[in-house]
């Protein structure tokens, strides 16, 4: 708390109410007493002047472009860390030990494997499932094969065993979500690999010929995980937290962040990216018409990969992938030629009034579709590969709500329907 103070005045009364200010001096009202003493409460449609929490796992600021995790910067993991690393330090909130990482890297290893009765599960769904349903339903399913860790323990087993089955197994589970859409035969983990290495084998092995990563490839699809890693207080991130404010477990919350997850204004959009891409590239489009129809909100078009509601400059992932994708398309021998329409995308909306005045930059989703495609993974799977990666920050979230024994998280609402009036009989409505 702080020991300034902010006031309400309404009606003639006024309320005094307590302030607190962040480790970075971000102030927050505190309205935790407004309607038990005033009966008000507030409103704010998409929460986008409303803290849920306060929260030690990252950092934030939209304005200067600025994300950090557990007061490391994003640009720093990316530069020097891995994606096990980063996950742990922000489940844990500091960097590893090398006995802690290598503990930590074996117990990845050791729930890498599905259970086998899991694996009919796939066989359940038609040909065409989109893979993020079948993530959230594998999800839950792992519910099914773990009732004994159906708690909310934050320390010990209870807490370890279904973090490292989840953070584990959800490549299995991606992995094999497609394998299965297109007809091909599980590929079970290898122990050998890399966390990112197992998880593009499963992807693409063949029973008599084993993937071969190319170390380019490896390592952006690792940093791809790792600036994916967390995100604050966004919509699947929030719902991770509701869901787990019910005191329901580990699997089901994050099962629902990844039902969050899904939609084309979140972590959907790297696949709208490549669909809008691909679209202008395909039917000949000329790339201004459509910014043209992006800023026409008639139209129902938007530059997908484009505005973020915190980041009103860059978007620090989008500069570290924009070079990623430059180095593996070189490491590949490969010309995209969406990435040329990106590019022109991006240099017409950066010097157009619209986008200007309304601090629209691209974001971390405007450049990961091209990796990604680059890659080999298909359009419908990018947004699963977006989950893997978030799985970390979910999980962290979801600790750190238990930890401070938050509130069964319940929003309030203004009621603008019908007053009172009496039930019509059939006959004369
Ligand atoms: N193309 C055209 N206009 C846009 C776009 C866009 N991509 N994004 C925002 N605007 C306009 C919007 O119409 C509004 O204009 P006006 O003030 O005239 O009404 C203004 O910019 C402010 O936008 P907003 O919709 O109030 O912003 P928001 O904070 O509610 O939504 C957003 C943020 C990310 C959902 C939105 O920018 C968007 O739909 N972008 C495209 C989808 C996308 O790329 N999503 C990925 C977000 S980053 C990954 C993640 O973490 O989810």
């Not at 937290?241 to 994050?254: D, E, K, M, P, Y």
């Not at 997850?261 to 489009?285: D, Q, R």
């Amino acid at each position: 708390m702080s020991n300034k103070k902010a006031s309400i005045e309404f009606d003639g009364k006024s309320l005094e109410l307590d302030t607190i200010v962040g480790t970075e001096n971000e102030i927050g009202i505190d309205i935790t007493s407004l309607r038990a003493k005033t009966g008000m409460i507030t409103l704010d449609p998409g929460y986008g002047n409303t803290g849920s929490c306060t929260s030690d796992i990252t950092f934030i600021d939209g304005e200067k472009g600025i994300l950090r995790h557990r007061g490391y910067a994003i640009e720093d993991l990316a530069a020097n860390s891995t994606f096990v690393e980063t996950a742990f330090l922000v489940l844990y909130g500091h960097l590893p030990s090398e006995i802690e990482l290598a503990t930590f890297e074996e117990e990845l290893s050791e729930h890498s494997s599905l259970h086998y009765g899991l694996k009919h599960h796939f066989d359940g769904f038609p040909e065409n499932a989109p893979p993020m349903a079948v993530l959230s339903a594998m999800l839950n399913t792992l519910a099914c094969y773990n009732t004994e860790l159906l708690t909310t323990a934050t320390e010990g087993p209870g807490f370890t065993v279904p973090t490292m089955k989840i953070l584990s197994k959800v490549r299995a589970i991606s992995a094999w979500a497609y394998r299965s859409s297109v007809g091909k035969p599980f590929m079970p983990p290898r122990p050998d690999l890399s966390y990112t290495g197992n998880f593009l084998h499963m992807m693409f092995s063949d029973t008599f010929k084993p993937y071969e990563v190319l170390p380019e490839v490896e390592r952006a699809m690792d940093l791809f995980f790792v600036l994916h890693a967390d995100h604050e207080q966004n919509c699947s991130t929030s719902t991770v937290r509701l869901v787990g404010s019910s005191r329901a477990s580990l699997f089901t919350s994050v099962a629902a962040g990844v039902g969050a997850l899904w939609g084309p204004l979140h972590g959907g959009a790297n696949a709208e990216v490549i669909k809008m891409l691909t679209n202008i590239h395909e039917n000949g489009i000329d790339p201004k018409e459509y910014v043209e129809q992006a800023k026409d909100k008639n139209s129902n078009v938007k530059l997908m990969g484009f505005g973020h509601r915190v980041y009103k400059s860059f978007d620090p992932r989008a500069k570290i992938l924009k070079e990623q994708v430059d180095i593996v398309l070189k490491a590949m021998n490969i010309e995209d030629p969406l990435l040329d329409i990106a590019k022109e995308l991006e240099e017409m909306a950066r010097s157009d009034s619209y986008f200007v005045e309304r601090n629209l930059y691209p974001n971390v989703d405007f450049y990961s579709g091209i990796l990604l495609r680059a890659i080999g993974i298909p359009v419908d799977m990018f947004t699963v590969l977006f989950a893997i990666g978030r799985m970390p920050g979910w999980i962290a979230n979801w600790r750190e709500m238990h930890v401070q024994n938050m509130r069964i998280n319940r929003p309030r609402q203004v009621y603008t329907g019908a007053s009172l009036r009496p039930y019509t009989p059939m006959g004369e409505r």
